[in-house]
């Protein structure tokens, strides 16, 4: 091979990039009809109307583009292209300007109109509610009994419409609830709600003096207020793990026996097709590789944070990551049985084999309903018993069952997590389900993964500063023209700008073992040693440090050593963990070595090499041991341990499926946010605890006033309006202190955007 | 008092017509991107925004496109 071979092979790699890229968008785009297609961008680095203006004269400039149009909040970008041809340069046309872009799946993102639909409903229950509750004020002023027959007439009209519409989010999760035989706290929500409706319709046609419609629609608007706060987070939150570029390929360029390429999406590669992988991209499916030599990252399926060798012969799987060199593959699995495959079905297993958590609201609901109602039932039964009054029994025994519907009860627990959840979005942790934060709450064990978790998954030189600053430029130089992690930091560690000498001719990249550059009439190598440099001069090999030598004419310069990055601040969060009395383990794929070294300096106990399978069994059997497990993971191999877990967090970077399981996300590159998400999940279980305690408390003095027939629709009106309001404010309390802590917390903020702009295959 | 009876309408027409005007800027994606808003009011350019499904009127756009550049 000559040094100018690679760079001829370079340009057809770019071109064969290009068009991978292109069949890409082409792929994740959506049909509009009328010849339109859209595609969606996630650009995280947007961030002001300078942005915006330039981001759409650009893409509006593209051939092709009918519209581009950015969306700040969400930091997105939707473009709209005729589909004559092929799609715009979209992502290269954003990176000329500066912007990493990555395709956004808006086509898997499934419409999720859930919060359009609760906002709707609270602006009708919202109208409704203050117009009868108008109406109402006047009559409980003492309307004159023919004004009172009149307003109650309208507040009907009003509410019949609004409580139907509204009401039906409510009707149809108890109903749901009820025929599978459970109860959740919809139910009392609706027999409250419905009982006050029609015991007021009854009134009305009965021109009698109590009407409770406005406490039915003054109820449901202070839930839906609370429901729709909670799924707005939630949604928030959802929608930045979505923008998160995916890690996983997309589809693949197949070599057709007939010489001809085609880009075909992922299910649709079989075993035995060739497959043309260029560097940077993620192996599709599970394969052997026919030609070509390469470094493959393994660190996102296995956990081995070195990068392995790959050459003709060698079996990948899929999801690893090729580094340096164009590969020609054979699919040797289609991708539904394909190591990614194997993952989800045993993530599958791993949820069938944990006990279903039943969420805290519901379980203090399958106690409160059946007492609410035996009481108003009891009620009932009392006062014809007393008095012999039918119709005034009914009353009485609705009024109860009125004043106990569960307003602060419904309120309690969503409103604390609201407030938790952007506490949590905040710091950069995405809360994704608010169960998971009650389950966070009562984890007693953490258990981390090391690649990728605990270390960044990313090299990092060692003793730079006594490393000849000359030959380490020289080094930096030469790295520049690859992309391999080795490179990178070698770049990185360099401070300044990377000057490339001119005499400097050409830099190939042999993969699998370096870079070789001309310079002159010397040539520099930069590498494993036993290729730079000439035989007998290999330094001493470290183990587990990766050592690179760099040499001229195979003369040794200098020799660089390597390690996986630590996250920041590893050790706090370890220290603060066991403040909080949980127990820390570490569970990695990696070799037995690396591991034991990091884990003896963070002195915890650790388990290695696990297989996956493993992983999972290994949760399951801490929590058999009624341990309730935090797992703390990134990697392919992770997922079925998340899943096992009581309470799972995965960092930006984890590989999707990961990404997807876990119940938390975190963005920012600390590993501080696992302590800090444990605080705010600890916090807000007391605040939980408080709130159902005053909820209760207020049944408790209400109950009986019900009982004895003293409930009047403006009584019943106070009482809820206040009780929810307690629990509100007391939901608030959560922000405490939280001010002082924010100046802290801009610091290392927002890491997420740079960090994994970069991903994608890029 | 019965006097009075004729604010009843006016005030339920009123809210009626508020909570038509929201629903309408809910349904037309005017909460979409509330940033975005708060910084396009600065830009000189007239555009419209896309809404879900919907295709925009696509003759005024493309003139003013090509006018643009």
């Given at each position: 091979m000559t040094c100018c071979a690679p760079s001829v092979e370079f340009a057809d790699v770019m071109t064969d990039r290009r068009r991978a890229k292109s069949d890409e968008i082409l792929l994740a785009s959506r049909d509009l009809g009328e010849g339109l297609r859209q595609t969606d961008l996630s650009v995280p680095t947007i961030h002001c109307g300078g942005c915006i203006q330039k981001i759409e004269k650009t893409l509006d400039a593209l051939p092709g583009v009918e519209q581009a149009r950015v969306n700040l909040s969400a930091k997105r970008v939707t473009i709209r292209w005729r589909a004559?041809?092929?799609?715009?340069p979209l992502l290269e046309s954003l990176s000329r300007i500066g912007y990493e872009a990555h395709l956004y799946d808006a086509v898997t993102d499934s419409k999720d109109d859930t919060v359009a639909k609760l906002v709707r409903a609270l602006a009708v229950a919202g109208f409704a509610a203050s117009n009868i509750m108008l109406l109402s004020v006047s009559i409980w002023s003492g309307a004159e009994p023919a004004t009172r027959d009149l307003f109650h007439w309208m507040s009907a009209l009003i509410a019949l419409p609004a409580v139907a519409y509204c009401g039906r989010i409510f009707f149809g999760s108890a109903w749901q609830s009820l025929r599978h035989g459970q109860t959740n706290m919809d139910v009392p929500i609706s027999i409250g709600v419905l009982f006050a409706f029609g015991l007021s319709l009854y009134e009305t046609l009965n021109r009698g003096p109590h009407a409770y419609f406005d406490a039915a629609i003054t109820l449901l608007f202070f839930l839906l207020i609370g429901r729709t706060l909670d799924h707005m987070m939630r949604e928030k939150a959802r929608v930045a793990v979505k923008g998160l570029a995916r890690l996983t390929a997309r589809g693949a360029l197949i070599l057709q026996p007939d010489g001809t390429q085609i880009y075909l999406p992922l299910d649709e590669i079989g075993p035995g097709m060739t497959i043309l992988l260029t560097a940077g991209e993620r192996v599709p499916v599970d394969c052997r590789v026919l030609k070509g030599q390469s470094d493959i990252d393994c660190s996102l399926v296995s956990g081995e944070s070195i990068p392995q060798t790959a050459g003709a012969g060698s079996l990948l799987q899929a999801g690893t990551l090729n580094l340096t060199g164009p590969l020609t593959i054979v699919a040797t699995a289609a991708a539904k049985d394909s190591f990614l495959a194997e993952m989800i079905r045993m993530m599958e297993a791993a949820e069938s084999g944990r006990s279903t958590y039943r969420r805290i609201a519901d379980r203090a609901s399958r106690l409160y309903a059946p007492v609410v109602h035996v009481a108003a039932v009891a009620t009932f039964i009392g006062w014809v018993a007393a008095t012999g009054d039918v119709h005034r029994a009914l009353i009485i025994a609705i009024a109860v069952l009125i004043i106990t519907c569960p307003c602060a009860l419904g309120l309690a627990v969503p409103m604390v997590q609201v407030v938790a959840a952007r506490r949590l979005f905040e710091q950069g942790i995405m809360l994704k389900d608010g169960g998971a934060l009650e389950r966070l709450a009562e984890v007693e064990t953490v258990v981390f993964d090391k690649t990728?978790?605990?270390?960044?998954?990313e090299p990092r030189l060692v003793d730079?500063?006594?490393?000849?600053p000359d030959a380490l430029g020289l080094a930096a130089a030469i790295a520049s023209h690859s992309q391999h992690p080795y490179s990178r930091a070698l770049v990185a560690a360099h401070r300044g700008p990377v000057c490339t000498p001119n005499s400097m001719t050409s830099v190939s990249e042999y993969p699998g073992s370096g870079l070789e550059a001309c310079i002159g009439a010397t040539v520099h190598r930069l590498g494993r040693p036993e290729w730079a440099?000439?035989?007998?001069?290999?330094?001493q090999s470290v183990p587990d440090m990766a050592t690179i030598a760099l040499s001229k004419n195979g003369r040794c310069l200098a020799t660089f050593r390597l390690v996986d990055r630590l996250r920041s601040g590893v050790h706090e969060a370890v220290a603060a963990l066991a403040v909080y009395g949980l127990a820390v383990e570490v569970l990695s794929g990696d070799r037995e070595q690396p591991v034991r070294q990091l884990a003896s300096a963070l002195g915890v106990p650790h388990h290695s090499p696990v297989s996956p399978a493993d992983k999972a069994n290994h949760i399951a059997s801490i929590e058999a041991s009624g341990r309730k497990v935090l797992m703390v993971g990134d990697g392919l191999n992770d997922a079925p341990a998340l899943v096992a877990a009581h309470a799972s967090m995965a960092p930006a970077s984890a590989a999707d499926v990961g990404r997807n399981a876990a119940d938390l996300v975190f963005l920012?590159?600390?590993?501080l946010s696992v302590p800090q998400a444990v605080t705010v999940a600890r916090n807000a279980r007391r605040l939980v605890r408080e709130n159902l305690i005053i909820a209760v408390g207020y049944n408790a003095v209400a109950m009986p006033v019900a009982i004895l027939g003293y409930v009047t629709p403006l009584i019943a009106a106070v009482a809820m309006s206040l009780s929810s309001l307690i629990v509100v404010a007391n939901a608030l309390r959560l922000n405490d202190g939280h001010r002082n802590r924010r100046k802290d917390d801009s610091r290392t903020s927002n890491l997420s955007s740079r960090q994994f702009a970069l991903e994608d295959g890029q | 008092m019965t006097d009075f009876f004729y604010l009843i309408p006016l005030a339920l027409v009123l809210g009626a017509a508020g909570l038509a005007a929201f629903l309408w800027s809910l349904k037309s994606g005017q909460y979409e991107d509330l940033e975005g808003a708060a910084e396009r009011i600065l830009s000189n350019e007239d555009d419209k925004p896309i809404v879900n499904g919907r295709q925009p009127n696509s003759s005024p756009e493309t003139g003013d496109k090509s006018a643009k550049n």
């Open positions: 004559d041809g092929t799609p715009p990728g978790t605990l270390t960044l998954g730079g500063s006594v490393i000849d440099l000439a035989d007998g001069e290999a330094p920012r590159e600390s590993l | -």
